[in-house]
């Protein structure tokens, strides 16, 4: 996943912290965002700019203002350490699994039960889903 993508899923999890999580996802996601968060403390210990910004984002967690700030600073973390991105990569992966339950987050912290399609941006084509042996046609004349 690249770096910008990775910092979107990622930034409202540390931005909430893993009390919110605890409280209405389990002890099990809870301690995965947390995991997450202190990984992010970790990196971003030292930078002043990017502490700064995620003591805001984690006192306002729904303004999208702050939510932005912490995207962006942690995408050129994430493009700068490839271990960091590595291990942000497999938390939010756990996390969107549900930490191996049936119960998973999206990137915005909703409770999501069973499979998920997220569509964003100008969609004026087909959009196809679903698990795919063979090929396909999007061809409609045929």
Same mark, same amino acid.
């Given at each position: 996943?690249? /770096?910008?993508?990775?910092?979107?899923?990622?930034? /409202?999890?540390?931005?909430?912290?893993?009390?919110?999580?605890?409280?209405?996802?389990?002890?099990?996601?809870?301690?995965?965002?947390?995991?997450?968060? =202190?990984?992010? &403390?970790?990196?971003?210990?030292?930078?002043?700019?990017?502490?700064?910004?995620?003591?805001?984002? =984690?006192?306002?967690?729904?303004?999208?203002?702050?939510?932005?700030?912490?995207?962006?600073?942690?995408?050129?973390?994430?493009?700068? $350490?490839?271990?960091?991105?590595?291990?942000?990569?497999?938390?939010?992966? $756990?996390?969107?699994?549900?930490?191996?339950?049936?119960?998973?987050? $999206?990137?915005?912290? +909703?409770?999501?039960?069973?499979? +998920?399609? %997220? &569509?964003?941006?100008?969609?004026?084509? /087909?959009?196809?889903?679903? %698990?795919?042996?063979? /090929?396909? %046609?999007?061809?409609?004349?045929?």
């Amino acid at each position: 996943m690249d /770096p910008l993508t990775l910092a979107v899923i990622a930034a /409202p999890f540390v931005a909430k912290g893993a009390e919110a999580f605890s409280s209405s996802a389990g002890d099990k996601l809870g301690a995965k965002v947390g995991e997450l968060c =202190q990984a992010v &403390i970790d990196k971003f210990r030292g930078d002043s700019d990017a502490e700064e910004t995620l003591a805001l984002a =984690q006192k306002r967690p729904d303004s999208k203002g702050q939510q932005s700030a912490l995207e962006e600073i942690l995408a050129e973390k994430l493009k700068d $350490d490839q271990d960091f991105a590595a291990k942000v990569q497999r938390l939010v992966d $756990d996390l969107q699994k549900g930490g191996g339950g049936r119960t998973a987050f $999206d990137q915005r912290g +909703q409770t999501v039960h069973g499979s +998920q399609t %997220n &569509i964003a941006g100008n969609v004026n084509r /087909p959009v196809l889903s679903g %698990n795919f042996s063979g /090929p396909v %046609n999007t061809d409609k004349s045929k």
